[in-house]
C-alpha cells in the first residue's frame, strides 16, 4: 500500500455489552462509546494535520456513522458500503447462549470468535469480505481514515500488513484507539 491507512473501530454500542452479534444489524453508542469516539478525536486533532492531504471514510452502518461524525469533529467523510461489518445472516442480534441452542454443533465447532463471524448461517463467508475490503484499498489515492468494524477491520489489517496470519479479533483496534499502518507496520496511537 503505497499510503498510510489510519483504522478505527466504532465506540462501544449497547449490543457489544449484551455480547449480541450485530453483523449487519445496528445499535446505539453507549456512553461510553461516545467518549471512545470523543478519545479518537483527540488523537486525530493531533495527528491530522501532519499527514497532509488525506480523506475520511466511514461504513455506512449507524454506529459508525456516529462514530466518524464524532472522531471526525463534523468533518464531512465519505461512506462506503465495502467498509461494512461482515453479515452475520441467521446469527445476527444472538448472543453466544442464543447461537448455541440454535445450532449446537456450528456453534461448538467455531474455535475463535473470527471463526464465528465468519460461519454463521446465511452470512458472508472470509473470501467476499477479502474481495470488497481489498477493493476499498485498491482504490484508495491518498492516505485514509477509516472508521469500520470489528471483522472487517482484522481483514484489513492482515490485507495491509500482508499478514495472513493475523485473523483474529484481538488484532481489531481497541475501541477508542487508532490503528496506524504504513509500509505493512503497525502502530498503536491511544
Not at 159 to 183: C, E, F, H, M, Y
Request: aromatic letters at 4%; a negative charge; charged letters at 20%.
Amino acid at each position: 500500500m503505497a499510503h498510510d491507512v489510519y483504522l478505527l473501530r466504532h465506540g462501544e454500542t449497547e449490543w457489544n455489552k449484551d455480547h449480541r452479534v450485530q453483523g449487519r444489524m445496528n445499535s446505539d453508542l453507549t456512553e461510553l462509546g461516545r467518549q471512545q469516539a470523543a478519545r479518537q478525536a483527540g488523537i486525530l486533532r493531533d495527528l491530522r494535520g501532519s499527514i497532509g492531504m488525506h480523506r475520511l471514510w466511514a461504513s455506512p452502518l449507524g454506529r459508525a456513522q456516529e462514530t466518524a461524525g464524532l472522531a471526525f469533529g463534523g468533518d464531512p467523510f465519505g461512506t462506503d458500503p465495502r467498509l461494512a461489518e461482515v453479515h452475520c445472516g441467521q446469527w445476527e442480534g444472538l448472543t453466544p447462549t442464543d447461537r448455541m441452542a440454535r445450532d449446537p454443533d456450528l456453534a461448538a465447532a467455531c474455535e475463535t470468535e473470527f471463526q464465528m463471524y465468519v460461519s454463521a448461517p446465511d452470512g458472508e463467508r472470509l473470501p467476499d469480505i477479502v474481495a470488497r475490503a481489498s477493493s476499498f484499498l485498491n482504490d484508495l489515492e491518498a492516505p485514509a481514515i477509516l472508521v469500520s468494524h470489528k471483522i472487517t477491520l482484522v481483514v484489513l489489517r492482515a490485507l495491509l500488513t500482508g499478514d495472513g496470519s493475523s485473523l483474529d479479533v484481538q488484532n481489531a483496534p481497541a475501541q477508542g484507539s487508532v490503528l496506524k499502518i504504513s509500509n505493512a507496520t503497525v502502530t498503536v496511537l491511544t
